[in-house]
């Protein structure tokens, strides 16, 4: 039974893999300031992105309440709580319709998808606690944690383990991190059948804004590139591995 549960999460892993990589999407971001870091740690990351959606949310929304934990002079911005109230409050900024402007909407409606996305991101994990008899406190699973708490220091606290994350989870936390709250100027997304999508946003719809375009394009035609060199290599491995089972 152990074995066919893990065949089938195995699959549907596989499954998300494939669906990934048989599409191609292409972002160029406007931003104010670049620290060209990597991902951090995935307690940090997370942190971060709470931090950033709740100062977003409270800028376009100044009728949002946070939690008290997320405003305390110790904040607590990367847990399951604090994801599920910036959802909460992004989706009902959303539905109250006051006349934002586009670029605004669509950072709300990040925060609402993305939020959610997390919040479930936690909920795996604590699936997985379950069946693994994971004994770990609550705070430390969901996050719940102060940036010192995460660092260990400050108050004796010994530095929580990492996060347990599934590789797709950490692909989906790594791809909201990156984006944060940036504003996309203009985005392609490629399928592998052919199809082309190619959004622009309103005020970058002009030739004002032409060297952007170009520095997209440029981008767009590195990444085909490299898209289909890897396309060819997977390829060329399944074709190999076929080989030998038929031989």
Sequence with gaps: ?????????????LGRIVEDI????VNTIICDGMTGEQMTDPRHALFDLGSEYLDALMRLDPGFEPPPEMVAP???????AAFRALHKGAREA???????VHGDRAILT???V???????????????AREEGDAAAPAIRDNELTRNQINGSGDSTRKPPPLPLAADDRVLLRKTWELSTELIALQSVITLDGDVVSRVSRDFADDDHKVIHRIHGEGLT???ANWSALMQA?????GSVLGKKRG
Excluded: H, Y
């Design 1 to 13: 039974m152990a074995v066919a549960k893990d065949g089938a999460s195995l699959s549907r892993r």
């Design 22 to 25: 048989t599409t191609l999407e």
């Design 74 to 80: 110790a904040p607590i911005c990367g847990g399951r």
């Design 94 to 100: 959303l539905r109250r319709g006051d006349d934002r």
């Design 110 to 112: 990040r925060v609402k």
């Design 114 to 128: 993305k939020s959610g996305q997390l919040v479930a991101l936690f909920d795996r994990l604590r699936q997985r």
């Design 222 to 224: 590195i990444a085909m």
């Design 234 to 238: 997977i390829a060329a491995m399944i």
